[in-house]
């Protein structure tokens, strides 16, 4: 029995067909599905599919690419395209990359199931004596290391594509693909990283990333299935070097960033632990974990998040007086804790950054100075000035993309309002309409529209059917064909998920 995963981006198609074919009675198992070509490559890792079933166009990761990957990594697996899109270079790329049907939507059930039969049989004759042909990997060994070194880099600046990164990875030997990530950031004095003792304990972090940044920084990316898992691994690691450290010449910092469930997210676990490194400096029995810090003394991360995301940057100077409370000069124990809520907020604020799409590195490097100064003050009116000066640097950010994507979505809206009759616009299409690149688009829309690309072009083409239906006698296929769906069954499922009753009982309720 062959097993099958499906990948679209769309809830409606992907129900459609997992519920209209009889799988085991057709002699398949449908094993799984998954939204978009980056989140399924760990289920086709896990699940091993004989056939994979993909859209073409889909956010974050498209057909093509996942297409590519699994070719690569998995040559038995047989790819069939589900396209919306009779371009010749579509179907002339997935020629090249050797995939095994390309199909024009829409595809009823029946149609499908033939395709998916057709295939079946070409396995059955390969595992009966066609042997499949292995791809031989020649690798570049003078500069693996450069190569792994520039990788690390790329992923915690968030530098480099998901698909990129994947290639990059698995022409070094590293198969980066995994449920979940962790950063683990290491300040350690030179003439130390060859002790045995240290050199024992990296040894035990298993699937890895490391990079070494100076002279005395090392960055370790993980990877792991459970999150539980990795985040006790990187806990139990961070412990352990810390109970080393009298055998050292040198103290050592340890910061660890959270678990993150995205390739493009490495680079927000890295900040959280580069800030949660310079909170170390002032706890020196133990590391600072990004899972300890989010409500010390009542403080929660999200109140800074929640205020650079809807506050009015003329609260900015009365927010930072209410983060930071009480007058006077601190003493010890104190100045740790109230350094320990600047960092973080430089923490929130990096990470309101990257989700909004924005340059983490570069609002890194512009706060180096007040960092430092953070590190040495003394004083909370000074501390709250700081507090000012990191939140006014997030409400800037804020103010810019504002401007820029607001005339965006303006622009993208209008060009839905205005071609969504037309069955051949996508995430893609729009995007270059706005000249963004669709990933980026996608999280654009999403943020500055308060929904998806999909369900605001669903919602724009119900609304026009529901007027249609109102105004004029046209039946339902041809309504359909008028609001860009060429499948009229399609069309009348979409229809009735959204408003809950069928076109027919709509007209009649007038």
């Given at each position: 029995?062959?097993?099958?995963?499906?990948?679209?981006?769309?809830?409606?198609?992907?129900?459609?067909?997992?519920?209209?074919?009889?799988?085991?009675?057709?002699?398949?198992?449908?094993?799984?599905?998954?939204?978009?070509?980056?989140?399924?490559?760990?289920?086709?890792?896990?699940?091993?599919?004989?056939?994979?079933?993909?859209?073409?166009?889909?956010?974050?990761?498209?057909?093509?690419?996942?297409?590519?990957?699994?070719?690569?990594?998995?040559?038995?697996?047989?790819?069939?395209?589900?396209?919306?899109?009779?371009?010749?270079?579509?179907?002339?790329?997935?020629?090249?990359?050797?995939?095994?049907?390309?199909?024009?939507?829409?595809?009823?059930?029946?149609?499908?199931?033939?395709?998916?039969?057709?295939?079946?049989?070409?396995?059955?004759?390969?595992?009966?004596?066609?042997?499949?042909?292995?791809?031989?990997?020649?690798?570049?060994?003078?500069?693996?290391?450069?190569?792994?070194?520039?990788?690390?880099?790329?992923?915690?600046?968030?530098?480099?594509?998901?698909?990129?990164?994947?290639?990059?990875?698995?022409?070094?030997?590293?198969?980066?693909?995994?449920?979940?990530?962790?950063?683990?950031?290491?300040?350690?004095?030179?003439?130390?990283?060859?002790?045995?003792?240290?050199?024992?304990?990296?040894?035990?972090?298993?699937?890895?990333?490391?990079?070494?940044?100076?002279?005395?920084?090392?960055?370790?990316?993980?990877?792991?299935?459970?999150?539980?898992?990795?985040?006790?691994?990187?806990?139990?690691?961070?412990?352990?070097?810390?109970?080393?450290?009298?055998?050292?010449?040198?103290?050592?910092?340890?910061?660890?960033?959270?678990?993150?469930?995205?390739?493009?997210?490495?680079?927000?676990?890295?900040?959280?632990?580069?800030?949660?490194?310079?909170?170390?400096?002032?706890?020196?029995?133990?590391?600072?974990?990004?899972?300890?810090?989010?409500?010390?003394?009542?403080?929660?991360?999200?109140?800074?998040?929640?205020?650079?995301?809807?506050?009015?940057?003329?609260?900015?100077?009365?927010?930072?007086?209410?983060?930071?409370?009480?007058?006077?000069?601190?003493?010890?124990?104190?100045q740790y804790y109230w350094h320990y809520l600047i960092l973080d907020m430089i923490a929130a604020v990096t990470q309101f950054i990257h989700e909004s799409g924005g340059d983490v590195k570069s609002f890194l490097l512009q706060l180096e100075s007040v960092e430092e100064a953070v590190l040495i003050s003394n004083s909370l009116e000074e501390l709250r000035a700081y507090a000012i000066a990191i939140l006014s640097f997030g409400f800037k950010y804020r103010e810019q993309i504002t401007d820029k994507y607001g005339e965006l979505l303006i622009k993208a809206k209008d060009y839905i309002d205005r071609n969504y009759d037309?069955?051949?616009?996508?995430?893609?299409?729009?995007?270059?309409?706005?000249?963004?690149?669709?990933?980026?688009?996608?999280?654009?829309?999403?943020?500055?529209?308060?929904?998806?690309?999909?369900?605001?072009?669903?919602?724009?083409?119900?609304?026009?059917?529901?007027?249609?239906?109102?105004?004029?006698?046209?039946?339902?296929?041809?309504?359909?064909?008028?609001?860009?769906?060429?499948?009229?069954?399609?069309?009348?499922?979409?229809?009735?998920?959204?408003?809950?009753?069928?076109?027919?009982?709509?007209?009649?309720?007038?």
């Open positions: 029995m062959k097993k099958v995963l499906l990948v679209d981006d769309e809830v409606l198609v992907r129900e459609g067909i997992r519920d209209r074919i009889q799988w085991e009675k057709e002699g398949f198992h449908y094993c799984g599905d998954a939204p978009d070509g980056e989140m399924a490559l760990p289920l086709i890792e896990r699940l091993s599919p004989d056939i994979l079933i993909t859209d073409i166009k889909m956010p974050f990761m498209d057909g093509l690419q996942l297409s590519r990957i699994v070719k690569e990594k998995m040559p038995g697996v047989r790819i069939v395209i589900l396209s919306g899109h009779d371009e010749f270079s579509y179907a002339r790329e997935a020629l090249r990359i050797g995939v095994e049907e390309y199909c024009l939507k829409p595809i009823n059930a029946t149609e499908l199931l033939d395709i998916l039969k057709k295939v079946s049989d070409k396995i059955d004759l390969d595992r009966h004596g066609i042997k499949e042909n292995e791809l031989l990997r020649l690798q570049a060994k003078a500069n693996l290391d450069v190569l792994k070194d520039q990788l690390v880099t790329d992923l915690i600046f968030g530098s480099i594509s998901t698909s990129e990164a994947i290639q990059a990875a698995e022409g070094l030997g590293f198969p980066i693909i995994a449920n979940h990530y962790m950063v683990i950031v290491l300040e350690l004095a030179p003439q130390d990283e060859n002790h045995p003792l240290f050199l024992d304990l990296t040894g035990e972090l298993g699937d890895h990333l490391r990079v070494k940044r100076n002279k005395k920084e090392h960055v370790w990316i993980l990877k792991g299935d459970q999150a539980g898992v990795l985040e006790k691994r990187a806990l139990q690691l961070a412990r352990n070097f810390k109970h080393m450290e009298d055998k050292l010449s040198c103290p050592l910092y340890a910061g660890i960033g959270s678990v993150r469930d995205r390739i493009q997210e490495i680079a927000v676990s890295f900040a959280e632990a580069e800030q949660n490194k310079s909170y170390h400096h002032f706890l020196k029995n133990r590391p600072a974990i990004y899972r300890d810090t989010p409500g010390v003394g009542g403080h929660d991360r999200n109140k800074v998040t929640n205020f650079l995301k809807v506050g009015d940057s003329s609260q900015i100077e009365r927010f930072a007086r209410e983060y930071i409370q009480d007058g006077g000069e601190l003493d010890g124990t104190q037309n069955a051949e616009i996508s995430l893609n299409v729009v995007a270059a309409y706005v000249n963004v690149s669709p990933n980026h688009f996608s999280g654009i829309f999403s943020q500055a529209a308060g929904q998806t690309f999909i369900d605001y072009l669903i919602k724009t083409r119900i609304n026009k059917a529901k007027e249609l239906l109102k105004m004029t006698s046209a039946r339902s296929y041809e309504i359909a064909a008028m609001v860009g769906y060429n499948d009229p069954h399609y069309f009348n499922a979409v229809f009735k998920k959204v408003t809950g009753v069928t076109t027919k009982v709509f007209r009649q309720q007038g």
